[in-house]
C-alpha cells in the first residue's frame, strides 16, 4: 500500500482524512472516534482494535452516569474534583459544561491514593555587563516558582492515575500564604477521596430516597432551591429509586438501567 492510501476506522468505518489517523496496536482509529476517548486514557496507541471497542462501550455507559451523578461538593481551581457525597462517587473535569464533557465517573473506594508533587522551576536571572553581554550577578540571582499537580491513582480497568496542575498562579516562594494554601488544598483533596474503613469493607447500600437539600449547576455553583442562582438553569430531577410496575430496586439508584432487569419496564429518570 502506498503512503497515500485511503485508510478507514477501524471502530466506525469511515473514511479517515489527511492529518486524521489515530494509529492503534493494530489498526486506524478517525478523530471523531478518538475524541470519544477517556481524557485520562495514555495507551492509546499500543491499544488494540478490540480493547478501544470495549473502552467506547465503557464510555458510552459512563454518560447514564454523568447523567445521575449529583455533585454536593467541588475542590480545585481551574481544574475541579466534583464529588457526590451521597453516593460515594467524584470525577475531575476542567470543563465548565461537564455533563456534556462526558467526564468519568469512580467511586471513591476505587481510589489508591492521592499524592501532591511540587515542582520547583529555578531560572539564573542575568544583568548585562560592560561588553553587552549577559553576566551572572555576584552573588547570582534567581527567578524560582513552584508549580502543584495532584495524581490521583485509581483502581479502573481503562486507566490508572488522574493527573492535573493545582496551582493557576504558581507562587514564587514555600514561606508564602499562597504556597501555603495550595498544600492545604491538597490536603482537603486528600481527606476527601480516602474511602472510609467502613466504607471500604460494607457493601454497597441503596442511597436513601429523599433528595439532599444542596446541589451543584452544572455552571458550577452551588444551589438549594430548584433553579440555579447564577445561571436560572433548573434542578436535574433525582434519579428514579424504584420499577414503577413491579417496584424492583437498583442497587445503586444514582445509576439505574435503561429497563428493568425482571419485567422490561422502561426505567426511566
Known amino acids: 500500500m502506498g503512503l497515500f492510501d485511503k485508510k478507514y ?4 468505518g469511515e473514511k479517515i482524512g489527511l492529518l486524521g489517523n489515530r494509529k492503534l496496536s493494530d489498526g486506524n482509529l478517525c478523530k471523531d472516534c478518538a475524541r470519544q476517548l477517556s481524557p485520562w486514557m495514555t495507551d492509546r496507541r499500543t491499544s488494540s482494535v478490540e480493547e478501544i471497542g470495549q473502552h467506547l462501550a465503557y464510555r458510552a455507559e459512563n454518560q447514564q452516569a454523568v447523567n445521575a451523578i449529583q455533585p454536593t461538593r467541588i475542590l ?8 457526590d457525597e451521597r453516593s460515594q462517587r467524584f470525577f475531575v473535569t476542567r470543563q465548565s459544561d461537564w455533563r456534556g464533557a462526558n467526564p468519568d465517573i469512580l467511586d471513591i473506594s476505587q481510589v489508591i491514593d492521592t499524592e501532591l508533587v511540587i515542582d520547583e522551576d529555578k531560572k539564573e536571572i542575568y544583568r548585562e555587563g560592560e561588553d553587552g553581554k549577559r553576566v551572572s550577578f555576584d552573588p547570582p540571582r534567581y527567578e524560582t516558582s513552584y508549580r502543584f499537580d495532584v495524581l490521583i491513582r485509581v483502581n479502573s480497568p481503562y486507566f490508572d ?18 504556597y501555603r494554601e495550595y498544600e492545604r488544598q491538597a490536603d482537603e483533596l486528600r481527606r476527601a477521596l480516602k474511602p472510609t474503613p467502613a466504607a471500604a469493607a460494607a457493601p454497597a447500600q441503596p442511597a ?13 455553583a452551588a444551589n438549594e432551591g430548584k433553579f440555579c442562582g447564577e445561571c436560572g438553569a433548573q434542578r436535574p430531577a433525582a434519579p428514579k429509586q424504584r420499577c414503577d410496575s413491579c417496584g424492583w430496586q437498583p442497587a445503586d439508584p444514582s445509576n439505574p438501567p435503561k429497563f428493568c432487569p425482571e419485567c422490561g419496564t422502561a426505567f426511566q429518570q
Open 208 to 220: 436513601p430516597t429523599q433528595e439532599p437539600k444542596g446541589w451543584v449547576c452544572a455552571c458550577g
Open 9 to 12: 476506522c477501524d471502530i466506525c
Open 161 to 178: 492515575q488522574i493527573a492535573f496542575e493545582l496551582t493557576e498562579d504558581r507562587p514564587d516562594s514555600p514561606y508564602t500564604d499562597a
Open 76 to 83: 480545585g481551581n481551574s481544574t475541579k474534583v466534583y464529588i
